[in-house]
């Protein structure tokens, strides 16, 4: 069952996805083929609804039945009253089970769609490279998941249910009066023209204006989250008042936006309402005369009257759904920002790496971003054998995370060749080599469980062992004793109940734990303390023997048992030994330790 369920969960994302890449920059199209597979749900939500709303579209005849067998004292116009009332009595109380079944099939496509698209998006954004998420904010991100779904769910709600009401009431009503006056239905037919003309006139506006408010809900998101992480900075340094402002500035121009669409929608709904208000006093004052001409009996004013409010009513909702479907098809596109970007990692057909030995060439090796007519690294030529430890040293913006984020497969080279055990690292799936890679980043990246949980995530099944083997490593036993529940205890949002160096211990034994073959450093002592570093600089000493370690560092006294250290400036290599080999030589790399004694 639960197999099943994952396959059809499965093809739903997979219709989801072909969607959006066969109708780009069409969302009503993109709208539907998302549904392409539930369409019998929908029809049979819609035959059961038929059968649900009958009362609505038979008691107008019940009543110019009984009022006509009333008035007209036709033969037996007792037998008539019963025979009606126990008719719509009938259909009264087959709603109940008819609206069940309706409910259920409807919202069966609409929720199931709804869960696809937020998976869609999701493993989307799984796939996506860094340079993807490091060119967005992540409270867009945030609000394309959340907002923009819900306005999909909303509009499909709306045009797959509703929309299916809306036109079921219409046609029933204009067949039916079709069929006792033509003259009356003639008449009706006048709303159609009218409500197009109303549409056409108000839909540029109402979806120009639901653009311009996505684009600022969605900076307002970004900027909140950033708002919530400077809030350490902002309260030491007293800019609470400053940070308000700039807040409520952000906050108003939402609001502004938000004011000049709400009062676009007013405009369409009042004026909608009024034109259809006098249709309605036309249609009664037309069935009027009629009767007073004899054309129809008294008792048909009711019937078309109640249809003409029903024609009207649903016109109406057809109009008042034109805000609702704007809102919808804007999040379609906005969605399609993420779900259409081809900046992804392609693994595909590449070779999956079963095991790493690490070593790695870099053959003249160039890079540059694509922002950037600039290169961030210049021809680096480096040859690193297995179990070697190599450091990089130099200032900020020297190019050392750079290579970092190289060796990790986040970017490729732009000129020249990097190679991971002879093989080309473009060639290779990236995914299964980094299961035999490790790293700590510069900033400590922790979520909202345990310590245990942080530490052993994404591993199934890890022995109570080689936890402690980890916790030890990375020198967090005391820290352990001495809180209140050991490894289970809850670090809270972002590990915000621990110091900076406990984080990236944390973090370090996060990276252990998976007994790597490769580790990469990015300056995980930053952090420390004094004393904290030193043993965690000790533990590294016995941690790094037979893998390959790279070591990006701030400190330089930390990387004295390297085998090489690589000293870079504006992208290149300026000087490249050992420890003893650097300082004897006095140069870059002699000037930069003597700066930190």
Request: net charge positive; hydrophobic share 45%; aromatic share 8%.
């Amino acid at each position: 069952m639960m197999g099943r369920r994952a396959m059809s969960k499965k093809r739903i994302e997979d219709t989801i996805l072909e969607s959006f890449r066969k109708y780009n920059n069409k969302p009503s199209r993109i709208l539907i083929g998302m549904f392409h597979g539930n369409y019998y749900r929908f029809a049979l939500s819609g035959f059961f609804y038929i059968i649900k709303h009958s009362p609505a579209w038979v008691m107008p005849i019940v009543i110019s039945n009984i009022v006509n067998a009333v008035i007209y004292e036709s033969v037996n116009p007792q037998e008539t009253i019963i025979y009606n009332a126990l008719l719509i009595a009938f259909l009264v109380l087959l709603n109940i089970p008819m609206n069940y079944l309706h409910i259920h099939f409807s919202s069966t496509a609409v929720r199931a769609v709804e869960g696809g698209l937020r998976s869609a998006l999701i493993n989307k954004l799984q796939q996506l490279s860094i340079r993807f998420h490091n060119n967005i904010q992540s409270g867009r991100i945030q609000s394309k998941v959340i907002r923009d779904v819900e306005a999909v769910q909303m509009l499909s709600s709306q045009i797959f249910v509703n929309l299916l009401n809306i036109t079921l009431n219409i046609s029933i009503a204009l067949v039916i009066t079709a069929v006792k006056n033509k003259m009356v239905f003639l008449f009706f037919l006048l709303t159609i023209p009218v409500a197009s003309l109303t549409i056409v006139f108000f839909r540029k506006r109402i979806r120009q204006q639901n653009h311009l408010f996505r684009k600022e809900v969605e900076s307002t998101s970004a900027h909140v989250m950033d708002m919530e992480e400077m809030i350490p900075v902002t309260k030491a340094h007293g800019l609470e008042k400053l940070e308000m402002r700039r807040m409520k500035e952000i906050v108003e121009k939402v609001s502004e936006e938000g004011y000049r669409l709400d009062i676009i929608q007013a405009n369409f709904g009042s004026v909608s309402w009024a034109i259809f208000q006098l249709f309605q006093i036309g249609a009664l004052v037309f069935t009027g005369f009629m009767v007073l001409r004899g054309r129809i009996p008294g008792g048909d004013i009711v019937l078309y009257q109640s249809y003409f409010t029903t024609i009207v009513a649903q016109v109406s909702s057809l109009i008042m759904l034109l805000p609702t479907i704007a809102k919808g098809l804007e999040s379609i596109s906005s969605i399609a920002e993420v779900l259409n970007d081809d900046d992804t990692e392609d693994n595909a057909g590449k070779l999956i790496v079963e095991g790493v030995k690490g070593e790695f060439v870099f053959e003249d090796v160039h890079f540059k971003y694509t922002s950037s007519d600039e290169h961030v690294l210049r021809g680096i030529n480096l040859n690193v054998k297995q179990g070697e430890t190599i450091a990089f040293v130099g200032e900020s913006g020297a190019g050392k995370s750079t290579i970092m984020n190289l060796l990790i497969g986040f970017e490729l080279p732009t000129q020249g060749s990097i190679t991971v055990d002879g093989v080309p690292i473009e060639s290779i799936n990236l995914r299964t080599y980094r299961k035999h890679i490790a790293v700590v980043p510069q900033q400590t990246i922790l979520f909202s469980g345990s310590i245990e949980e942080n530490i052993t995530y994404g591993m199934k099944s890890v022995t109570k062992d080689k936890v402690n083997w980890a916790v030890k490593a990375a020198n967090l036993e005391t820290l352990i004793q001495e809180l209140p529940f050991g490894l289970d205890t809850k670090i809270g949002e972002h590990g915000n109940k621990l110091s900076g160096g406990q984080r990236q211990r944390i973090a370090i034994a996060r990276a252990l734990i998976r007994d790597p073959k490769v580790i990469l450093f990015d300056e995980a002592t930053s952090a420390l303390d004094s004393v904290s570093e030193s043993l965690i600089v000790e533990a590294m000493g016995q941690l790094v023997k037979g893998r390959t370690t790279f070591m990006v560092a701030h400190r330089l006294s930390t990387i004295r048992g390297a085998d090489k250290i690589c000293v870079l400036d504006h992208g290149e290599i300026i000087e490249y030994g050992s420890y003893e080999e650097l300082m004897a030589k006095k140069g870059a790399f002699y000037h930069m330790k003597s700066l930190q004694s």
